[in-house]
């Protein structure tokens, strides 16, 4: 399995991107739990949002609820990630996967919150 994330950038705080996670292997998203993570320097990785396989379950890190929304297109083989009223404390770079599984980390989108 590999994942290559994009869609990062500048944003004001306050500010929304949705970041985008592209899935290839002999499988699609919707068969595992996938999650988004991120990262700062000298931090570990977080785990920031995921979505169960079956019942399309989303769960999310105490600090974005309400704000970050995780979801998946079957069809194409992407995750997505919709960050809304992104604040300082949200920049990092963002990462997707599936969860529980010793897949390769993808390079990563970085997301910079700034005025």
């Known amino acids: 399995a590999q994942f290559t994330e994009s869609g990062g950038g500048l944003v004001q705080p306050g500010g929304s991107l949705t970041l985008s996670c592209r899935a290839s292997g002999q499988f699609t998203v919707n068969e595992y739990t996938m999650a988004w993570y991120r990262q700062t320097p000298g931090k570990e990785r977080e785990l920031v949002a995921g979505?169960?396989?079956?019942?399309?379950?989303?769960y999310y890190l105490e600090s974005v609820k309400g704000r970050f929304t995780i979801s998946r297109d079957t069809i194409v083989n992407i995750m997505y990630l919709r960050m809304d009223f992104l604040k300082p404390a949200d920049p990092a770079v963002y990462f997707c996967k599936r969860k529980n599984f010793a897949d390769s980390w993808g390079p990563g989108t970085q997301v910079t919150v700034s005025l």
């Open positions: 979505m169960t396989t079956n019942n399309h379950k989303s």
